[in-house]
């Protein structure tokens, strides 16, 4: 049976290839180490755990739950947002259940474009973007991010000719896979921006509490008038190690909650009620394991960077996020260098172009494993000579 256009008109997803290259190594007996997954190597604490377990016993959780999340979470969604960031969020108008943001990506894509419209992206970004995109009929523009513009975009840049054609802008900081971060004054000239142009900005903040040196990530919403043009996608994922259980929650203009609310409510039955109540209990609970998680990721992030440098990189320690974006020796491509890693060294790190066009030149290494296991990948990397000048050591 012939596939839909819309099914041939994407890629087959990065990560699923990956992990049969990966599986594939394995297989041949190869102890691989994995630095290619975006996902927090500690469990989910103990007492969002302990929530889901007396919630489930509850037969009242057994039912379908109310489209756009239970009053609940909702509540305690938005006391939090509060808390984290000064910000006053209605929970009846100005929230929404997301199953994880990644649903939340889609269908904010899938409720704004159309065949013909665009949806300004950051390149490299979290591949979502660009195929829900193309799943919906609309075409992505690339707003490239690199060491120059220090992973910040250039809106000034974006053609006119685009602009007319956009419904959508979408940003994330702290940024997937750069470990980028940006300040408050980039989100206020993002809404001016939007504004301006009648785009709604859409702010990926899964990584909100994934934060070292003393930078504190800023919420789109801090910008004064934001909700008149701005959703910002939550995720317990990565902050509450809880990537399995599938929650997140989007927050602001009312009309785009409404509508990404109404495109849910005809394709999903919302989240299990007994999952809201563990996401509850992460809101409201103790939240020393963010800071226990965020100084096992700094240990590691140090320990990367000196064995890098060491290896002949120049890398500058992230501020956000667990991911390195390390530029890939010269003369090489992201895919044969990511290629050398796993043939050599056994290690998985996937190529930059992965992440989009402006990708070429790097890989991205997550420090989702621990400081043995990460240390070992660096010994394997200086007992096979693979540098950063090893293409110049060749010649
Ligand atoms: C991990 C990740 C997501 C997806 O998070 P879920 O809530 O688990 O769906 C979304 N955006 C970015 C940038 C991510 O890295």
């Not at 969002?48 to 999340?69: L, R, S, T, W």
């Not at 963010?290 to 320690?317: F, M, S, T």
Request: include cysteine; aromatic fraction near 8%.
């Amino acid at each position: 049976m012939e596939v839909s256009a819309r099914l041939k008109a994407i890629p087959p997803y990065v990560f699923a290839e990956i992990d049969k290259k990966r599986q594939a190594a394995v297989a041949r007996g190869v102890d691989v180490i994995n630095l290619g997954i975006g996902d927090p190597d500690q469990p989910t604490p103990p007492h969002i755990v302990e929530a889901m377990h007396k919630a489930i016993d509850n037969p009242v959780n057994h039912h379908y739950p109310p489209f756009g999340g239970t009053k609940e979470f909702k509540t305690a969604a938005s006391a939090w947002v509060k808390k984290r960031f000064g910000v006053d969020v209605d929970p009846d108008t100005e929230v929404t259940t997301l199953i994880g943001s990644k649903e939340g990506l889609h269908n904010t894509i899938m409720a704004y474009i159309d065949k013909g419209d665009i949806n300004i992206i950051p390149d490299p970004a979290y591949p979502v973007y660009r195929t829900s995109t193309l799943l919906a009929g609309g075409e992505p523009y690339f707003m490239p991010l690199t060491p120059a513009n220090h992973f910040i975009p250039d809106l000034d840049a974006i053609p006119d000719a685009v602009l007319k054609k956009a419904k959508l802008l979408m940003l994330n900081y702290p940024g997937n896979p750069t470990g980028a971060h940006c300040d408050l004054a980039f989100m206020q000239k993002a809404v001016d921006f939007c504004k301006k142009h009648g785009i709604l900005l859409v702010h990926d903040l899964a990584y909100s509490e994934m934060t070292y040196d003393g930078y504190v990530a800023p919420s789109i919403l801090q910008v004064p008038g934001a909700k008149d043009i701005a959703i910002e996608l939550h995720s317990l994922s990565k902050s509450y190690n809880m990537t399995g259980w599938r929650i997140g929650f989007a927050i602001g203009n009312a009309e785009a909650i409404k509508n990404i609310a109404k495109i849910k409510s005809n394709v999903d039955t919302d989240i299990f009620k007994a999952i809201q109540m563990a996401g509850v209990a992460a809101f409201e609970g103790p939240t020393d394991h963010i800071e226990h998680c965020n100084a096992l990721y700094k240990e590691r992030r140090d320990l990367a960077v000196e064995r890098l440098n060491q290896l002949g990189w120049k890398v500058e320690p992230i501020k956000s996020t667990f991911y390195m974006w390390i530029p890939v020796p010269t003369g090489m491509s992201s895919a044969d260098f990511a290629g050398l890693m796993l043939d050599k060294a056994g290690i998985v790190v996937p190529p930059g172009t992965a992440y989009g066009p402006h990708g070429e030149g790097f890989v991205r290494m997550s420090l989702c494993v621990d400081k043995k296991r990460l240390a070992e990948a660096f010994d394997r990397m200086a007992q096979h000579s693979i540098r950063f000048d090893m293409a110049k050591a060749k010649v």
